[in-house]
């Protein structure tokens, strides 16, 4: 078979593809730029992260208050957690994690890892089934206890101790390659 040697459409697709690409890095910086600024003005990094999960916790208590007559709100009130929760585990899986790998605490690191996988979890289940089955709202509870247990960890005992055990300036380079990580995604 016989292949063109000049790239005609492709090669015009790509170009197009390419510019839309460019586009669409330059466009939503704004937006980007508010949803990562309460994270940016929090503070240093656990405070950014505490600050993030009180916004998750604010719009689970919404979710969990709704009832099986208001599906586009379940649903929206959904979309908003499991976005917030998805920029979050970015920044704590790219960034926060790693770093604690690299500092002799992996176990740690594995343990709030298979936590996020959970939560995944629970978002998946919550999407595929119907709002208004009985099951729907109860999974939801569930998935709020799940996860404060996980924010009780990480607020209580991991990150003020991995903050402590750590200098000043590495303190701040992770603050600063977690909050490019939010931004990236935000
Ligand atoms: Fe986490
Ligand atoms: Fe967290």
Known sequence: MRYPTTNGNLG???????LGFVAGLAIPHARKA??????????????ALKAEHRLVEKTFQMLLATSKDEPMKRQMLL?????ALT???????NVIYPALMENGREDQAR?????????KTFIY???????EDPRWIDTAREFFTDLQEHV?????DIFPTFREALPEDENARLTRMMNWEGFKVA
Not at 12 to 18: E, K, S, W
Not at 42 to 47: I, N, P
Not at 79 to 83: D, G, P, R
């Open 34 to 47: 508010v949803m990562q600024g309460p994270s940016l003005m929090a503070g240093d990094w656990v405070d």
């Open 125 to 131: 289940e919550l999407r595929r089934m119907p709002t």
């Open 79 to 83: 979309t908003k957690i499991a976005y």
């Open 87 to 93: 920029k979050h585990a970015i920044e704590e899986e």
């Open 12 to 18: 015009r697709m790509a170009t197009g593809a390419a």
């Open 111 to 119: 343990h709030l890892v298979e936590d996020h996988g959970d939560v």
């Open 152 to 156: 009780r960890e990480e607020e209580e």
